[in-house]
């Protein structure tokens, strides 16, 4: 699946209850994902995680149509095959 096909399923899916919640209250639902997917690095949940990543996945992309943004474009943007940061591939910075 591409990117555009992920942020299309996401609009078919849930653009209608994304609208009426808001920007506001769908990022509290994409934090509180990252808060259960933190909870689940934290008790290193193999099964779990797989399930909390594909959470805020969804989330990110449900916010990126609020804004009317396209997560691949914004993406290739800011990482365009190379760190952003030093401008190597593989980075190598010391963080």
């Known amino acids: 699946m591409e990117i555009a096909e992920f942020q ?5 899916l849930y653009a209608h209850n994304d609208r009426k919640r808001g920007p506001a209250a769908t990022m509290l639902w994409l934090v509180e ?3 259960e ?3 689940a690095v934290r ?3 193999r099964e779990n ?3 909390e990543l594909a959470d805020c996945f969804a989330w990110v992309g449900a916010l990126a149509n609020l804004y009317g943004i ?4 914004a993406f290739l943007e800011k990482y365009p095959d190379k760190c952003p940061t030093c401008g190597q ?3 190598i910075c010391t963080d």
């Open 8 to 12: 299309q399923l996401m609009s078919d």
């Open 33 to 35: 994902e990252v808060g």
């Open 37 to 39: 997917l933190a909870e």
């Open 43 to 45: 008790r290193d949940d």
């Open 49 to 51: 995680l797989r399930e």
């Open 70 to 73: 396209d997560l691949e474009e």
């Open 89 to 91: 591939k593989p980075c």
